[in-house]
C-alpha cells in the first residue's frame, strides 16, 4: 500500500464550458485525451486550464454560457452575441431587469448613465448610442412595460435605487 488515497471525485464547472485549445507539450500528436484528470488551472480572464494525469496535454476550457459552442469572449468579439452592458457575458445569459443594466444586483450611477443613454420619450422607441442595444434598455428600464424608456420609467428608475429585490 502506498498510503495515498484517491478522491474519485470530479468537479463540475458551471456556466458549461468549450474547450478552444489542446495545448501539446510534447508535440506526440496524442492531443484528445487527457486520460484522467490532473491539475486545475484559470488565467486573469476565467479561462479553465485542465492537465492530464497521464498526458502531457492541457486542454483550455473558455465558458459558453449560451452553450452555442463559441467561447463567450468570441462570441462578443465577433458580435455572434451582444454585450450591451459591458460585463463580458452575452447579454442573453444575463438577467437584466428591475433597473439594474449591468446585472450586479444593484441599481446605482452606472445604471443611471445606461439609463439616460436608452432614454427617449413617451410611446418613442429607446435610441440608445449603439442601435442593436434596444432590447437591453427596454428589459432593463421599460418599468411600466410600454415599450419606451421614457420619464415615467425614469422615476421608477429613482426609487428603484439600491439593492435589486
Ligand atoms: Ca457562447
Ligand atoms: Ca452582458
Ligand atoms: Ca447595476
Ligand atoms: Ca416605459
Redesign the pocket.
Known amino acids: 500500500m502506498s498510503g495515498r488515497t484517491r478522491a474519485g471525485n470530479a468537479f463540475k464547472i458551471s456556466p458549461a464550458g468549450?474547450v478552444t485549445e489542446i495545448i501539446d507539450a510534447t508535440a506526440d500528436g496524442a492531443r484528445a485525451d487527457l486520460g484522467v484528470p490532473g491539475g486545475i488551472a484559470a488565467d486573469a480572464v476565467g479561462s479553465v486550464y485542465l492537465t492530464g494525469g497521464r498526458s502531457n496535454n492541457a486542454f483550455k476550457i473558455e465558458?459558453?454560457?449560451?452553450?452555442?459552442?463559441?467561447?463567450?469572449p468570441?462570441?462578443i468579439s465577433k458580435g455572434?452575441?451582444k454585450d450591451c452592458n459591458a460585463n463580458l457575458a452575452?447579454d442573453v445569459c444575463d438577467a437584466i431587469g428591475d433597473g439594474d443594466f449591468d446585472v450586479d444586483g444593484v441599481v446605482d450611477l452606472d445604471d443611471h448613465a445606461a439609463l439616460t443613454d436608452c432614454m427617449a420619450g413617451p410611446g418613442q422607441p429607446s435610441r440608445p448610442s449603439s442601435p442593436e442595444c434596444i432590447s437591453a434598455c427596454l428589459a432593463a428600464f421599460d418599468f411600466n412595460g410600454d415599450n419606451d424608456v421614457d420619464l415615467v420609467d425614469f422615476a421608477r428608475s429613482q426609487t428603484a435605487f439600491g439593492l435589486v429585490p
Do not use: R
Open positions: 468549450v465558458f459558453d454560457c449560451n452553450g452555442n459552442g463559441i467561447p463567450d468570441t462570441d455572434t452575441n452575452p
